[in-house]
Every structure is written in C-alpha cells, then in structure tokens.
C-alpha cells in the first residue's frame, strides 16, 4: 500500500524562476591569479598582489577574480610588490622602495 501512495504521488515546481541560479561567468569567477604572493582584504573585496600586479575579487566574494582586470603599480619602476596593508581605509601597497595608497571605494574611482 505504501508502494502505491508513493507511486501515485507527484512533484509539483513552481512555474516561476524562483528556484533557478544563473551559473557565475568563468571568466569573472576564477581563482586567486598564479604567482601570487600576498592577499589583503579590503573594502569587501580580496586583493591579491603577484610580484608585478595587484588584482582583486569581486565584493564579498573573496574567491571570485577576474584575472583579466589588474592594477598596474607603477610598473616601470622596476621594483617588485613586497606587500599589502589596509589601514583607514586605504590599500597601502609596498615595493622594495616605494609605497603606493589606493584611494577610493571601487573600480569607478580608484586611484593609485
């Protein structure tokens, strides 16, 4: 008897879009770059810095980069990223002789 309730019984989904998920974008949602050598949370984004780069992940999803979009840290300075420190709201970057502030809230209006 069990055998033929079970049977008789039916799966009802909504009809909406409710319950569906767009998959991420493989491009957007890749993982931290290779060569990486230091992470920093900072403004609800990861920041991870290579010894020539820094990149960062989408906000509050710290494994979400976009390996395509970079922050070039003066480049031809010739200096390698030794690290990263977010303090009072600034993403402090260290090279071997310098010291670079990323100042702003998002892509829009970083600056370097």
């Known amino acids: 008897m069990v055998g033929a309730a079970l049977a008789s019984a039916s799966l009802v989904l909504p009809r909406d879009n409710a319950l569906i998920t767009a998959s991420p974008d493989t491009q957007e949602n890749q993982p931290v770059p290779s060569g990486t050598k230091y992470l920093t949370w900072h403004n ?57 502030g990323l100042f702003g809230t998002d892509p829009n209006n970083w600056e370097i």
């Open 44 to 100: 609800s984004r990861m920041f991870a810095a290579t010894a020539t780069d820094v990149y960062y992940s989408k906000v509050e999803q710290p494994e979400a980069f976009d390996t395509s979009t970079n922050l070039a840290v003066n480049p031809d300075d010739g200096q390698p990223i030794m690290g990263m420190l977010s303090i009072f709201g600034v993403l402090l970057i260290f090279k071997s002789r310098s010291i670079y």
